[in-house]
């Protein structure tokens, strides 16, 4: 699969405050009503130099099965996939970690 760039805020914000980033999504059912589904806390790699990116991984991940799961409910509001956001973001600088976890419709 191709790698994708993932936002490393809500990573950096876990970090500063101790606060737990908790997986969560929901699926729009046939009748107009949604299922809400709310996973345990990620465990999280403790500062170190390759903790922003291993932590961004594992929510990567959970997104990832997430995505699997209803992958026409999918949508994203920025580009994921590195060739489009070095496009979209040419000259900015903005705080990003690539994963390799790659929403696949198998």
């Known amino acids: ?3 994708v760039t ?3 805020e809500p990573i950096r914000l876990a970090r500063r405050t101790g606060a737990a980033v908790i997986p969560a999504y929901s699926l729009r059912r ?3 009503g ?5 996973q345990s806390a990620l465990p999280m790699v403790p500062k170190a130099d390759d903790g922003l990116a291993i932590n ?3 929510l990567a991940e959970a997104l990832e099965r997430f995505i699997r799961t209803s992958p026409e ?3 994203v509001l920025s580009p994921v ?15 990003q970690a690539a994963v390799q976890a790659t929403p696949r419709v198998d």
Do not use: N
């Not at 949604?34 to 709310?38: A, E, K, P, Q, T």
């Open 34 to 38: 949604y299922d809400v589904f709310i």
């Open 1 to 3: 699969g191709e790698g």
């Open 81 to 95: 996939w590195e060739d489009g956001f070095r496009q979209r973001h040419a000259g900015k600088s903005k705080p």
């Open 73 to 75: 409910q999918w949508v």
């Open 6 to 8: 993932m936002p490393t």
């Open 56 to 58: 961004t991984q594992r």
């Open 30 to 32: 046939r009748d107009g």
